[in-house]
């Protein structure tokens, strides 16, 4: 799975480490302004391989490319041109991520594992524009959960409602908080003017379903661990993703955010089904508890006939 993203800026640092606040605002609103490498033909070279792909109109790629090897380094993408993109330092691992265990974690990042104030619009922006990545606060306990199902043996994913214009923050903030290295999925680019009135990008909920069952097609012998938040519509969008897929599914779990009486009806109405699949569903701050965590991983799936990479860019 080879999927990125490619945009021109003239900004020579995008690490956002010991940025002031002033440095934050000024490099987030430079990109909201960056402009994309839409529908360019390019080639992305590996250690072992190499691949030409198509950005679509917001400079976008996402493949899924079959070699006779595995690939295990990022080493150059050529423009059409023969240009060379650069590969900038300290903004992304250029390894490629091999999944070889057998639970794979995917979680939201806004109001489940970062504090970012969905519901409240003004505070949202000023907290996004203005505060410093370190100073950004996780939740600390979904943050200590992800990072216990990593030590257990799963693999990190990372599916967002938020936009590529995020990614170098949202990597940033990842890798401070010590939190597994992983795929980042997120929705394609946007301008600052959308920021500002709040304008949504239609079917909002399409990003992440489409995502997870592209995720799930792609790793059909794994098992998932579906973890957000109640801002949104995290609890309908993974209950669905239950429903289609109840023999990957193995734990939903869900952190209360807001009160939202619609909430325990979709629970209850799925508490029947969520047990005869054996699929544990966690609401508001009743996580898995440390036995429970252990027990996830001392069942053996059955073996995998074929082995999955992912390369993020």
Do not use: W
């Amino acid at each position: 799975l080879i999927m990125g993203q490619i945009i021109h800026t003239s900004l020579e640092d995008l690490t956002f480490i010991a940025y002031t606040r002033r440095k934050t605002f000024r490099t987030l609103l430079s990109l909201y302004r960056t402009k994309a490498l839409a529908n360019e033909e390019i080639e992305i070279k590996f250690d072992h391989g190499h691949v030409k792909v198509k950005t679509n109109h917001t400079g976008a790629f996402f493949e899924k490319v079959t070699f006779e090897q595995p690939q295990r380094e990022l080493q150059q993408i050529i423009l059409h041109s023969g240009k060379e993109v650069l590969l900038m330092k300290d903004l992304y691992a250029t390894h490629i991520q091999l999944i070889t265990k057998d639970e794979i974690v995917i979680s939201d990042i806004d109001d489940t594992l970062l504090h970012s104030h969905i519901t409240n619009k003004l505070l949202k922006f000023r907290t996004l524009m203005f505060t410093k990545v370190e100073n950004r606060k996780s939740v600390k306990d979904i943050q200590h959960l992800i990072q216990g199902f990593h030590r257990s043996g799963a693999t990190a994913f990372y599916l967002s409602n938020s936009e590529q214009n995020l990614y170098p923050l949202i990597y940033r903030f990842l890798t401070h908080n010590k939190l597994p290295s992983g795929p980042l999925f997120l929705k394609d680019m946007r301008k600052m003017r959308d920021v500002l009135i709040n304008r949504k990008t239609p079917y909002k909920d399409v990003h992440k379903m489409k995502n997870l069952e592209n995720i799930i097609e792609f790793l059909p012998t794994k098992e998932y661990i579906l973890i957000g938040d109640n801002t949104q519509n995290d609890l309908s969008i993974y209950l669905t993703i239950a429903e289609r897929f109840p023999k990957q599914i193995r734990f939903i779990i869900i952190r209360k955010v807001i009160e939202k009486s619609n909430d325990q009806r979709m629970i209850k109405e799925a508490d029947g089904f969520l047990k005869k699949n054996n699929i544990g569903l966690y609401y508001e701050s009743c996580y898995p508890s440390d036995f429970e965590l252990k027990n996830i991983f001392d069942v053996t799936p059955p073996p995998s006939s074929t082995g999955n990479s992912t390369a993020h860019a």
